[in-house]
């Protein structure tokens, strides 16, 4: 054998080992990015997941306090929670509707609210706040 065919014989033979190892690393490597990057994606599911089951529970909440307070002479408390909650988890096309509703049950000077003024109101922000659009 001569020169040139050992030399070109070890070239191959370095060409062999850094293709197996470059290949041994992505093996390695690989699993390893994919599980990362699989836990990340599951954990943001998880927190969107609590999240909208949060949202769905304060609008109902707020429903629920909200239809008993067109009824009442005062504001509680509980009613002052729920409205303030509702900005976290309700569009922000629907603010102006809760607002508005919100100063006619706390107006002091007309108590119990106007049932014909807020009734119409909070029928439009439940028909606005059904599942499929939160």
Same mark, same amino acid.
């Given at each position: 054998?001569?020169? &040139? *065919?050992? %030399? @070109?014989q070890?070239?191959? /033979?370095?060409?062999?080992?850094?293709?197996?190892?470059? !290949?041994?690393?992505?093996?390695?490597?690989?699993?390893?990015?994919?599980?990362?990057i699989?836990?990340y994606?599951?954990?943001?599911?998880?927190?969107?997941?609590?999240?909208?089951?949060?949202?769905?529970?304060?609008?109902?909440?707020? &429903? *629920?306090? %909200? @239809?008993?307070e067109?009824? /009442?002479?005062?504001?509680s408390?509980?009613?002052?929670? !729920?409205?303030?909650?509702?900005?976290?988890?309700?569009?922000?096309?629907?603010?102006?509707l809760?607002?508005?509703?919100?100063?006619?049950?706390?107006d002091?000077?007309?108590?119990?609210?106007?049932?014909?003024?807020?009734?119409?109101?909070?029928k439009?922000?439940?028909?606005s706040?059904?599942?499929?659009?939160?």
């Amino acid at each position: 054998m001569n020169f &040139i *065919t050992l %030399t @070109s014989q070890t070239a191959n /033979t370095h060409k062999n080992t850094k293709t197996a190892w470059i !290949a041994l690393a992505v093996a390695i490597i690989s699993p390893i990015i994919t599980i990362i990057i699989v836990n990340y994606q599951q954990r943001k599911m998880k927190q969107i997941e609590l999240f909208s089951n949060r949202g769905l529970d304060i609008v109902e909440e707020y &429903i *629920t306090i %909200t @239809s008993k307070e067109l009824h /009442t002479t005062g504001v509680s408390d509980r009613y002052k929670t !729920a409205y303030s909650k509702m900005f976290l988890y309700t569009p922000k096309s629907l603010f102006g509707l809760l607002e508005e509703l919100n100063l006619l049950i706390t107006d002091e000077t007309t108590l119990p609210p106007n049932l014909s003024k807020c009734e119409p109101l909070f029928k439009e922000i439940c028909r606005s706040l059904n599942y499929n659009q939160l």
